[in-house]
T-cell receptor
Framework: DAGVIQSPRHEVTEMGQEVTLRCKPISGHDYLFWYRQTMMRGLELLIYFNNNVPIDDSGMPEDRFSAKMPNASFSTLKIQPSEPRDSAVYFC???????????FGPGTRLTVT | AQTVTQSQPEMSVQEAETVTLSCTYDTSESNYYLFWYKQPPSRQMILVIRQEAYKQQNATENRFSVNFQKAAKSFSLKISDSQLGDTAMYFCAFMKGSQGNLIFGKGTKLSVKP
């Protein structure tokens, strides 16, 4: 299996621009998670989906962040407008059936200048 | 709210030696899972080992084993015969029941020296 695929691997953008991060989960997995990793806050869950439906978005920092999962093989995390404090590594993870073994993608390093 | 604490920001060990990484957690839940994830310099998060709270037997995966002390809310990771490839950040994580929210500790940076 190809594993969880994320794109782009690196993104540099200017403050105020829209940023879209993409994720393709492992085929057959029905849970998908978005995490953010920063030096200050560590790893934190932003949102997760089950069968394409958002289950818990309490970790989404504010209205500038939105996530969608239009089908079982694709999800996006959008930040509009982006701010320097959004600079972080964003991970997507997926799991099969039960949510307790999560497989992570390689992450997207976002830098907002 | 659940919390996960890793009290050792950095550790080092000689190749072939054994090292133990500490983790404590706080929860009032009875049904939960505990994990250790490894993050090498490539930043890929890799599951090392998993423990179900209802199991008394400590989990083992090859050179990796845990010491799960439920009453003390302690979940340490022992790495035997350390290898250079074990150099990485190690994160302890907690999950309540069958929910999806992994709560991570701040991590321990492990360096294996030749």
């Amino acid at each position: 299996d190809a594993g969880v695929i994320q794109s782009p691997r690196h993104e540099v953008t200017e403050m105020g621009q829209e940023v879209t991060l993409r994720c393709k989960p492992i085929s057959g997995h029905d849970y998908l998670f978005w995490y953010r990793q920063t030096m200050m806050r560590g790893l934190e869950l932003l949102i997760y989906f089950n069968n394409n439906v958002p289950i818990d978005d309490s970790g989404m920092p504010e209205d500038r962040f939105s996530a969608k999962m239009p089908n079982a093989s694709f999800s996006t995390l959008k930040i509009q407008p982006s701010e320097p404090r959004d600079s972080a590594v964003y991970f997507c993870a997926s799991s099969l059936s039960t949510p307790y073994e999560q497989y992570f993608g390689p992450g997207t390093r976002l830098t907002v200048t | 709210a659940q919390t996960v604490t890793q009290s050792q920001p950095e550790m080092s060990v000689q190749e072939a030696e054994t090292v133990t990484l500490s983790c404590t957690y706080d929860t009032s839940e009875s049904n939960y899972y505990l994990f250790w994830y490894k993050q090498p310099p490539s930043r890929q998060m890799i599951l090392v080992i998993r423990q179900e709270a209802y199991k008394q037997q400590n989990a083992t995966e090859n050179r990796f084993s845990v010491n799960f002390q439920k009453a003390a809310k302690s979940f340490s990771l022992k790495i035997s015969d350390s290898q250079l490839g074990d150099t990485a950040m190690y994160f302890c994580a907690f999950m309540k029941g069958s929910q999806g929210n992994l709560i991570f500790g701040k991590g321990t940076k492990l360096s294996v020296k030749p």
